[in-house]
């Protein structure tokens, strides 16, 4: 069975930190491109960030640029989301969204890109 998980969200202080965790079993990264999307309470999904299956190319999202960092592990079929100087407006379910893709350096923060999604894991900032 194909299925992507999330993990490492938590509550944590403004200013804080949090490192994400999107591992995949049933099938290997090494042939998708991976993305982070985000959904707070009452509004809809965003791309946060995301990553081509090469590693060489990332994108980020403006409101987490120079704080947040993607990278990936494809020996450990794991991508990472490092978070850093988190903010309340933070707060919200993040996913992690798997594209197969023949492009080895390229990815989009959009929706429509992605063909396997996680269930999410929780991110709380306190003020």
């Known amino acids: 069975q194909l299925q992507l998980v999330e993990s490492g969200g938590g509550l944590v202080q403004d200013g804080g930190s949090l490192r994400l965790f999107c591992a995949a079993s049933?099938?290997?990264?090494?042939?998708?491109?991976i993305g982070w999307f985000r959904q707070a309470p009452g509004k809809e999904r965003e791309g946060v960030s995301c990553?081509?299956?090469?590693?060489?190319?990332?994108n980020y999202a403006d409101s987490v640029k120079g704080r947040f960092t993607i990278s990936r592990d494809n020996a450990k079929n794991t991508v990472y989301l490092q978070m850093n100087s988190l903010k309340p407006e933070d707060t919200a379910v993040y996913y992690c969204?798997?594209?197969?893709?023949?492009?080895?350096?390229?990815?989009?923060?959009?929706?429509?890109?992605?063909?396997?999604w996680g269930q999410g894991t929780q991110v709380t900032v306190s003020s």
């Open positions: 969204a798997a594209a197969l893709t023949t492009v080895q350096h390229m990815c989009a923060i959009q929706e429509y890109w992605y063909h396997y």
């Open positions: 049933g099938f290997t990264l090494d042939y998708h491109a």
């Open positions: 990553i081509s299956k090469s590693g060489g190319r990332t």
